[in-house]
């Protein structure tokens, strides 16, 4: 699995390579990005496509790693509750388990004679 698992992310860079190359004129083109909102102008400097792709692929990466810390943290308090729940109930069941066994004395009142009636019954 390994071997199957490293062929492919050299598959995937060769493909990388390969866009770069064939898309390397229309990437290194400049823009500006410019914002007019009512009386304020806002023109940033002249960019390469390179680097807002770039920018905007570590973005999506920090925000993702973000979600997942926070989704990390929020399963372990959920396992650390369950764990401590499940603790209690091991320990109820321990002292379930460990319960001495007691018998209450039956009179002869309450058991049965030879034919299965019960003798107060008579």
Do not use: C, W
């Not at 698992?5 to 598959?11: C, D, N, S, V």
């Not at 860079?13 to 990005?33: C, D, G, P, R």
């Not at 806002?42 to 692929?57: E, K, P």
């Amino acid at each position: 699995m390994k071997h199957v698992k490293f062929m492919l992310a050299i598959i995937l860079m060769l493909v990388v390579v390969i866009l770069i190359v064939q898309n390397h004129e229309a990437m290194s083109t400049k823009v500006s990005f410019q914002v007019k909102f009512f009386s304020y102008h806002l023109q940033s400097s002249n960019m390469s496509v390179y680097y807002i792709v770039t920018i905007t692929f570590l973005f999506g990466v920090i925000i993702s790693g973000l979600y997942g810390i926070i989704e990390r943290f929020r399963m372990m308090k959920a396992l650390k509750l369950l764990r401590a729940t499940s603790q209690e109930k091991d320990q109820e069941l321990n002292s379930l388990r460990n319960l001495p066994i007691t018998s209450d004395v039956i009179s002869q009142d309450e058991t049965n004679d030879v034919n299965g009636t019960l003798k107060g019954d008579l």
